[in-house]
T-cell receptor
Framework: GDSVTQMEGPVTLSEEAFLTINCTYTATGYPSLFWYVQYPGEGLQLLLKATKADDKGSNKGFEATYRKETTSFHLEKGSVQVSDSAVYFC?????????????FGTGTRLQVTL | EAGVVQSPRYKIIEKKQPVAFWCNPISGHNTLYWYLQNLGQGPELLIRYENEEAVDDSQLPKDRFSAERLKGVDSTLKIQPAELGDSAVYLC??????????????FGEGSRLTVL
């Protein structure tokens, strides 16, 4: 079945450091890929997405490129801020022709310090 | 625009007691989801509705869990009787996705259940 594997956290960085959170997936066909973020005390919200191979999703300075050859969708940001502290979830959506549902990774907690 | 509203935010019950969670999706969103999130894990789908029809309930433990979405708007998720292992966060989400596709999901803040 479909699955998503994320790097374990927590990830602790100083402000303005470079961020990479690794995500790899297992799925047949061509799933869409997503990064969701959960800020403290809030619900999950979509951060960015990519729907086909080589697509790059971007939002709020975060980027991720859909790499089919390596089945990866790593999240990157060049300079993190304290306000980026949150839990980040990688997810895939595999439409099979009759139904579709998001499959999430376990989440990676990011803590950014001054 | 109001987001997805869930209640209660927190619930503590004794095992074997019943519990119910309520969700009001974003206005106009025809697709509604209930997810289960255990501590340190990602959300797992319990059930998905397209309007009032449950189109995917394969992961819902039907011996103790039930859900309904009357009139294709609000939804209720019930557990009866609750077990210790049901302690988790129950997330509701909605989307405007066309039938058969997921698209972007909008999540509520979740209902945290503790079973003693």
């Amino acid at each position: 079945g479909d699955s998503v594997t994320q790097m374990e956290g927590p990830v602790t960085l100083s402000e303005e450091a470079f961020l990479t959170i690794n995500c790899t997936y297992t799925a047949t066909g061509y799933p869409s890929l997503f990064w969701y973020v959960q800020y403290p005390g809030e619900g999950l919200q979509l951060l960015l997405k990519a729907t086909k191979a080589d697509d790059k999703g971007s939002n709020k300075g975060f980027e991720a490129t859909y790499r089919k050859e390596t089945t990866s969708f790593h999240l990157e940001k060049g300079s993190v801020q304290v306000s980026d502290s949150a839990v980040y979830f990688c997810a895939l959506d595999h439409y099979t022709g009759t139904a579709s549902k998001l499959t999430f990774g376990t989440g990676t907690r990011l803590q950014v310090t001054l | 625009e109001a987001g997805v509203v869930q209640s209660p935010r927190y619930k503590i019950i004794e095992k074997k007691q019943p519990v119910a969670f309520w969700c009001n999706p974003i206005s106009g969103h025809n697709t509604l989801y209930w997810y289960l999130q255990n501590l340190g894990q990602g959300p797992e789908l319990l059930i998905r509705y397209e309007n009032e029809e449950a189109v995917d309930d394969s992961q819902l433990p039907k011996d103790r869990f039930s859900a309904e979405r009357l009139k294709g708007v609000d939804s209720t998720l019930k557990i009866q009787p609750a077990e210790l292992g049901d302690s988790a966060v129950y997330l509701c989400a909605s989307s405007l996705a066309r039938t058969g596709a997921t698209g972007e999901l909008f999540f509520g803040e979740g209902s945290r259940l503790t079973v003693l």
